[in-house]
């Protein structure tokens, strides 16, 4: 059960000078159809990632609850999906007639493509069953801090977790469900926009495309995408 309503909810969490280990925490994955009650019923949509995102990130003993931090997506501000596009640069000089041909590459390969715009959210995220749906499936559920205008399922979402809200409770009513995770919006927000954690926002690997390689790019600074 959650600690009683007398008790006040901290402002931020996390220690100010920014995330201490096990943060971050590493999480990417395709945004799928979850349960469908966050917009309908919480008024709180979510996207959610597949939980073999948490095995893909090498976190799948990572416990449920509620955390924060950044998310970049192939996703417009406005809830366009962007997708790669073909490169169009060709040679300036045709290859000689009695020169050997090779097989042009294939128009989908990666060197054929330029990586699509990713653009980045702060972002409020659940991990673990929701004990008040009585759900049997562990789920991801992320919340961006971002008010979208459409669905963007099938977008690649990679996520940088920073920190830890609180623990998975179960609820009386589903009034206190919503207060609670109101509650967790504004911990993550004022949380996220301390220097400490606010710079994580420049990390390359909110960016990186799916299929490019590990370790490209990476670090605590960088210009952020969004």
Same mark, same amino acid.
């Given at each position: 059960?959650?600690?009683?309503?007398?008790?006040?909810?901290?402002?931020?969490?996390?220690?100010?000078?920014?995330?201490?280990?096990?943060?971050?925490?590493?999480?990417?994955?395709?945004?799928?159809?979850?349960?469908?009650?966050?917009?309908?019923?919480?008024?709180?949509?979510?996207?959610?990632?597949?939980?073999?995102?948490?095995?893909?990130?090498?976190?799948?003993?990572?416990?449920?609850?509620?955390?924060?931090?950044?998310?970049?997506?192939?996703?417009?501000?406005?809830?366009?999906?962007? %997708?790669? !596009?073909?490169?169009?640069?060709?040679?300036?000089?045709?290859?000689?007639?009695?020169?050997? !041909?090779?097989?042009?590459?294939?128009?989908?390969?990666?060197?054929?493509?330029?990586?699509?715009?990713?653009?980045?959210?702060?972002?409020?995220?659940?991990?673990?069953?929701?004990?008040?749906?009585?759900?049997?499936?562990?789920?991801?559920?992320?919340?961006?801090?971002?008010?979208?205008?459409?669905?963007?399922?099938?977008?690649?979402?990679?996520?940088?977790?920073?920190?830890?809200?609180?623990?998975?409770?179960?609820?009386?009513?589903?009034?206190?469900?919503?207060?609670?995770?109101?509650?967790?919006?504004?911990? %993550?927000?004022?949380?996220? %926009?301390? %220097?400490?954690?606010?710079?994580?926002?420049?990390?390359?690997?909110?960016?990186?495309?799916?299929?490019?390689?590990?370790?490209?790019?990476?670090?605590?600074?960088?210009?952020?995408?969004?």
């Amino acid at each position: 059960m959650p600690p009683s309503t007398s008790t006040p909810r901290p402002l931020t969490t996390g220690p100010p000078s920014g995330p201490e280990p096990p943060f971050p925490l590493k999480l990417n994955g395709k945004v799928v159809k979850g349960f469908g009650r966050g917009s309908s019923e919480l008024g709180i949509p979510t996207a959610n990632i597949p939980i073999a995102g948490l095995t893909v990130g090498g976190h799948a003993d990572l416990a449920s609850g509620v955390y924060y931090g950044f998310a970049g997506l192939n996703v417009t501000p406005d809830g366009e999906i962007t %997708a790669p !596009t073909p490169n169009t640069t060709s040679s300036q000089n045709p290859p000689s007639p009695s020169a050997p !041909t090779t097989p042009s590459p294939s128009p989908t390969s990666p060197s054929q493509t330029t990586p699509p715009k990713i653009h980045t959210y702060p972002t409020v995220l659940s991990i673990g069953y929701n004990p008040f749906y009585k759900n049997t499936v562990r789920s991801v559920e992320v919340h961006l801090l971002h008010a979208f205008p459409r669905d963007f399922y099938g977008a690649h979402m990679n996520l940088l977790v920073l920190g830890f809200v609180r623990p998975e409770y179960d609820y009386v009513s589903k009034e206190a469900l919503i207060a609670d995770i109101r509650a967790d919006v504004e911990v %993550a927000r004022r949380s996220l %926009a301390r %220097a400490g954690y606010a710079r994580w926002e420049g990390d390359g690997y909110l960016r990186r495309w799916e299929g490019e390689g590990e370790g490209e790019g990476e670090g605590e600074g960088g210009d952020v995408g969004s």
